[in-house]
């Protein structure tokens, strides 16, 4: 497969580190002031990211919440390589399109496919994919924000916990058509799928 890759230069800001601050600020180690923001122990930084474990590689499916990760050789090509990407460079999570979400009961236990039990106090993050120039690419990727002290300093640790090729997890209104009948629709499309995500990068990359 032909990849290009871009510097991080090259890729769009990403806002994980905008949402670790906002975490310090709430927990009070950093505080705004009209002259800007004090920090206590805290150094503006990117948190670092990397997989949660080599188990997230591994496709999973859970049939009674309408979630699967497993591909199919048809699966559209833009789809695998953003997942060969992910794999490859965990650090393309950090995109504009990046946000807290809050769990309910579905994103609860597929996220529990790969964690459990989830870290208290941990943020999920639910990331977009873009592209060098910022628009949209179709997979989606859950991680755990985690903030820890270290030396008196205080800093974030994003692991990836769930790569999410079709939308699944949280499923979105597509071309008028309502969240949940795309849920349905899509699940249904991919529910028989067979190829490990681990697998086809393996393959990719002639292991």
């Known amino acids: ?44 930084q990117t948190p670092s990211i990397q997989l949660l474990s080599g188990d997230v590689r591994k496709s999973k499916k859970l049939h009674e919440y309408s979630f699967t990760n497993f591909l199919h050789n048809s699966t559209d090509q833009e789809i695998k390589s953003c997942v060969f990407d ?4 965990p650090a393309i999570i950090d995109t504009p399109s990046a946000s807290e979400v809050t769990a309910n009961e579905k994103v609860n236990h597929c996220l529990k496919l790969y964690i459990n039990p989830i870290p208290v106090g941990a943020l999920i993050i639910k990331s977009n994919l873009v ?5 949209n ?8 924000m985690e903030f820890k002290t270290d030396n008196g300093e205080y800093r974030a640790e994003s692991r990836i916990v769930l790569i999410d090729p079709f939308h699944l997890v949280i499923p979105s209104q597509h071309k008028g058509k309502p969240k949940d009948l795309v849920e349905r629709e899509v699940y249904t499309a991919n529910q028989n799928n067979q190829l490990c995500m681990n697998d086809y990068v393996n393959q990719i990359k002639g292991f």
Do not use: C, H, W
């Not at 179709?138 to 991680?143: D, L, M, N, Q």
């Open 137 to 144: 690419r179709p997979v989606r990727v859950y991680s755990i």
């Open 131 to 135: 592209d060098a120039l910022g628009v």
């Open 86 to 89: 992910i794999i490859d460079n």
């Open 1 to 44: 497969m032909s990849k290009i890759s871009f510097s991080n230069s090259f890729r769009p800001k990403g806002v994980f580190s905008k949402i670790a601050e906002n975490k310090f600020e709430s927990e009070g180690f950093i505080k705004s002031t009209k002259k800007g923001k004090i920090k206590k122990g805290f150094q503006e």
